[in-house]
C-alpha cells in the first residue's frame, strides 16, 4: 500500500495546504479493486480545518480501475466502503473496454487528467462537499442542444452522511484540438473573434434554464492592492496605480448602483483563451468547474454575462501584451457578434461590461504582484490608461 505523509503531499501540485502546519495525515476511506486502489485521504491541519483529496494507487493503472467502476448495468451503482460509499453514475451508454488505454496528462494543476482518443477523465484532487458545477453544466449544455462542450458520460461521487464530494467526470475527447490561446498568436482575424462571441452566445443562451444560487455582490479587493502595491514600489506604474486607486474604487462603487438591463444567470465563471479549443472548423469551449479558488456555492451562483464577457476580453488583452499585436477589432468584432446572437444592444453589452472588466484587472493586479511580478505592467496598463 502507498504510504502518504507530507513530503508525498507536499510533491504535489495539486496539494493546497503546503504552507499550513498539519496534525494528522489519515486514510479516511478506500475502495478496493482488482486493478487498483483508490484512496480518499484526510488532512487535518492544526488550525481544525480538514481537506479531502482523491487518490489513485496507480495513476497509470486508472483507466482500468474506470473500466472496472463503470462496467455495470443500470444508470447508478453503489460501492461500500468503510465510512461512506462510492456513487458511480453513468449518463449514457458508452464502451467501457475503451477506457482501458487512458493515460495521465503531464503539467498537473489543481486536478489531473487522463485521457486516449475517445474519452477524457477529469480527476479533482481537492475534494469540495456539495454539487460540483461542471458535471451540472455539461449535462444542462447536452439537454440544451450547444453543440460547442465534450459530452458528459459518466461521474464518480462520495457520499457520507449527508454530504457528498464529486471525485471525478468522465467525458468526450475534443479531438485534434488546440488551445485558442495558442491558435489566436499572430492571427486575431476578426471572423474568428466573431465566430467566438457567437458562441459565447448560444452557451449562455443554453445555460439560461440551469438554476444557482443567489450571490451578493462580491467584494473586488482594492484593499489587497493597496497593501501590494505599497509593498512593492519598486516595479514600474506601482506608485502611479497607487496614486489612483481611490479614484477607481469610487468609480466602481457608482458602477455597482448602475440598472443592469442583464438578469443573472448561470455563467462559464472562469472564461478565458485557455478555456476554449480550436479544431480548424469550430471552437468548443472547456472547464465548466469555474474559478478553483471559489467555493463550490460561489461557482454554482447567478451572475451576469459580463463576468464571462470581461474574461474574455482581458484575455484578448493579455494576448496583445505576449504576442505584440493589436487585438481591438478582435475584440469589437466578439463583442458585435454577441450582441447580435443575444439580440441585444451592443451599447448596453459594452456598458455591462465594464464593471466586470474593471473588478478583472484589479484581481489580475493582485495576483500578479504576488505571483508573476513581471507581468504586472498587463493589468496596470488597463487600470491606468483604460479607466
Same mark, same amino acid.
Given at each position: ?6 513530503? @508525498? $503531499? &507536499?510533491? #504535489?501540485?495539486? %496539494? =493546497?495546504?503546503?504552507? +499550513?502546519?498539519?496534525?494528522? /495525515? ?18 487535518l491541519f ?57 493515460i ?9 487528467? @487522463? $485521457? &486516449?482518443? #475517445?474519452?477524457? %477523465? =477529469?480527476?479533482?484532487? +481537492?475534494?469540495?462537499?456539495? /454539487? ?36 471525478g ?33 448560444d ?20 484593499? #489587497? ?16 496605480l ?8 469610487e468609480?466602481?462603487?457608482?458602477y ?55 474574461g ?24 458585435e ?51
Amino acid at each position: 500500500m502507498k504510504m502518504f505523509d507530507q513530503a @508525498f $503531499l &507536499n510533491s #504535489k501540485r495539486w %496539494f =493546497k495546504g503546503k504552507n +499550513r502546519p498539519i496534525q494528522k /495525515i489519515q486514510i479516511k476511506d478506500s475502495f478496493v479493486l482488482e486493478s487498483n486502489t483508490l484512496f480518499l485521504l484526510s488532512v487535518l491541519f492544526e488550525d481544525g480545518n480538514e481537506d479531502l483529496y482523491a487518490i489513485f494507487e496507480n495513476d497509470k493503472n486508472v483507466g482500468i480501475c474506470l473500466a472496472e467502476f463503470f462496467n455495470f448495468n443500470g444508470s447508478t451503482r453503489t460501492i461500500l466502503g468503510r465510512f461512506g460509499q462510492l456513487q458511480v453514475t453513468r449518463n449514457q451508454e458508452f464502451s467501457t473496454e475503451n477506457l482501458k488505454d487512458l493515460i495521465r496528462l503531464e503539467g498537473e494543476q489543481s486536478n489531473s487528467s @487522463f $485521457l &486516449n482518443k #475517445k474519452y477524457f %477523465f =477529469k480527476l479533482f484532487r +481537492r475534494l469540495l462537499n456539495g /454539487i460540483h458545477p461542471e458535471n451540472e453544466v455539461l449535462l444542462t449544455l447536452q439537454k440544451n442542444g450547444f453543440s460547442a462542450s465534450a459530452q458528459c458520460f459518466a461521474s464518480l461521487s462520495y457520499l457520507e452522511g449527508n454530504s457528498i464530494y464529486v471525485l471525478g467526470i468522465l467525458s468526450s475527447v475534443i479531438e485534434q484540438a488546440s488551445s485558442a490561446w495558442d491558435y489566436f498568436q499572430g492571427n486575431f482575424s476578426t471572423t474568428l473573434a466573431a465566430e467566438l462571441g457567437k458562441v459565447t452566445a448560444d452557451m449562455h443562451k443554453a445555460l439560461k434554464t440551469l438554476s444557482g444560487n443567489i450571490l451578493k455582490e462580491s467584494e473586488v479587493p482594492f484593499f #489587497k492592492l493597496e497593501k501590494l502595491l505599497k509593498a512593492n514600489l519598486e516595479i514600474p506604474s506601482a506608485d502611479l496605480l497607487l496614486q489612483k486607486l481611490p479614484a477607481l474604487q469610487e468609480l466602481h462603487t457608482n458602477y455597482q448602483k448602475e440598472i443592469s438591463n442583464f438578469p443573472c444567470q448561470r455563467v462559464h465563471g472562469d472564461y478565458h483563451l485557455g478555456q476554449i479549443l480550436y479544431d480548424s472548423k469550430k471552437f468548443w469551449v472547456v472547464d465548466f468547474e469555474g474559478e478553483p479558488s471559489r467555493s463550490l456555492s460561489y461557482r454554482r451562483s447567478l451572475q451576469s454575462i459580463g463576468v464571462d464577457l470581461a474574461g474574455m476580453l482581458r484575455s484578448f488583452r493579455y494576448a496583445s501584451a505576449v504576442f505584440l499585436t493589436d487585438t481591438s477589432k478582435a475584440e469589437n468584432a466578439f463583442l458585435e457578434s454577441y450582441a447580435k446572437c443575444a439580440k441585444c444592444e451592443i451599447s448596453e453589452l459594452q456598458k455591462e461590461c465594464r464593471r466586470f472588466y474593471l473588478a478583472k484587472a484589479i484581481y489580475e493586479a493582485c495576483y500578479e504582484l504576488e505571483f508573476r511580478p513581471t507581468w504586472f505592467s498587463v493589468p496596470a496598463k488597463a487600470l491606468l490608461e483604460e479607466f
